[in-house]
């Protein structure tokens, strides 16, 4: 049973991106299922730190921001919005180059809050970062 509001396009998922970090840092979604949803992000000179290996900021750029996208897509956008309240990343396998592949799954949803587990995974599907994000679920003011 799907978890989604409304059945969700990618492309108009993606168009959200423009203008934002995650147009910055290439950052993309790829697909979404019944209950998750997956991107994915370059590792290169946009995300590296200086030892050439994807920053973990980025990671969590990219777990925070599968998560969030989730959760919007999970509420009714004309009466709530949801924001990060939390992230938490621990780092497994540093990645050199390639691709970063993310899929972010709710754990929990409630009236106010909902949680999600993201994992990063490299080319080899080997993970390389594990992440719980908490999100606000907040009513509009009109």
Not at 19 to 24: D, K, N, Q, R, V
Not at 34 to 61: C, S, W
Request: proline share 4%.
């Amino acid at each position: 049973m799907s978890i989604w509001f409304s059945p969700p396009e990618l492309s108009v998922i993606n168009s959200w991106n423009k203008g934002t970090m995650l147009e910055h840092l290439g950052i993309e979604i790829t697909e979404v299922g019944e209950d998750y949803i997956e991107g994915t992000m370059p590792a290169d000179n946009r995300t590296f730190q200086p030892f050439k290996l994807v920053h973990g900021g980025a990671n969590v750029v990219l777990a925070e921001s599968l998560g969030s996208i989730g959760a919007q897509l999970t509420i009714d956008p004309a009466q709530y919005y949801c924001v990060g309240q939390e992230v938490n990343a621990n780092h497994l396998r540093g990645v050199r180059q390639g691709t970063v592949r993310g899929r972010a799954e709710q754990v929990y949803k409630g009236k106010t809050s909902q949680v999600w587990e993201i994992k990063l995974y490299d080319q080899r599907n080997k993970m390389t970062c594990i992440s719980r994000l908490t999100v606000a679920v907040v009513k509009v003011v009109k």
